[in-house]
């Protein structure tokens, strides 16, 4: 019964947003995104076996010093999580828009990479009527939905980012872009939370018509730049060098407590 609602939510919210030749181009800019993950993969691995033969190379010639051999260990090691790391993000990916594939079939949000981070983004002109911050019922269902998935991935926190197009608004709500969009994405948030997602997992920020996606020279343009982008936070822990990092900034820390004693 639930699904059935659910499909008639769906349908009733989203029928008629994209043509089917709009849905091809998102499944192809999808797969190609894909494919671009795994071309970095490959890359990689290339890199890892360059630095293998080059190891090897190394250990015969008696002359080179041992920290010649340790610097090569270390780089080599360093491959190897990233290799790990562009594997995990890659199935990861994957997941997301497996998790996401009906609504994006019917044309109501988006799974993509953006800067190297994985966003779910959905139009404003779904969520909320012109000019306000309130999201309408069927905004507030489909932020329901896409909560219950991202809640069910273990282990991953999200940005609320709130992005309009470059008209300007000046109303005593909403003096410019900046608090249209701020509004939107903390209402997006106080939703997700109400749906049950932990506070601590996620958070909101605003930026107003700074970061469109499409130009802003057409009508189509300008509804795509209108949207809510729920980024997945980069856990940085699992990068190489975090920890190095991690202690530099601890040393700086002790070194500005000790400055303002």
Sequence with gaps: MRNVILGLVVVALFSGCVSSSKHRAEVD????????????????????????????????????????????????????????????????????????????????LSVKIVDGKMVVSLGSDVLFPSGSAKLSAAGLEAVKEVTTQLQAITGKTYQVEGHTDNLPIATAAFPSNWELASARALNVTRAMIDAGMPATRVSAASFA?????????????????????????????????????????????TAQVKENQ
Excluded: C, W
Aim: a neutral charge.
């Design 29 to 108: 800019k999808k797969n190609e995104e894909i494919q671009k993950e795994k071309e970095a993969l490959s890359a990689l691995s290339k890199e890892k076996s360059q630095l293998e033969e080059k190891l090897i190379s190394v250990t015969k010639d008696r002359g080179q010093l041992k920290s010649s051999l340790d610097e090569m260990k270390q780089a080599m090691e360093e491959m190897r999580q990233r290799q790990a790391e562009q594997r995990k993000r890659l199935r990861e990916f994957e997941d997301l828009t497996a998790r996401f594939k009906k609504l994006t079939d019917a044309g109501a």
């Design 209 to 253: 018509d700074t970061h469109p996606v499409q130009s802003n020279d057409s009508a189509e343009g300008k509804a795509a730049n209108r949207r809510i982008a729920i980024v997945v936070v980069p856990d940085l822990s699992t990068m190489p060098g975090y920890e190095e990092l991690n202690k530099v900034g601890a040393q700086q820390a």
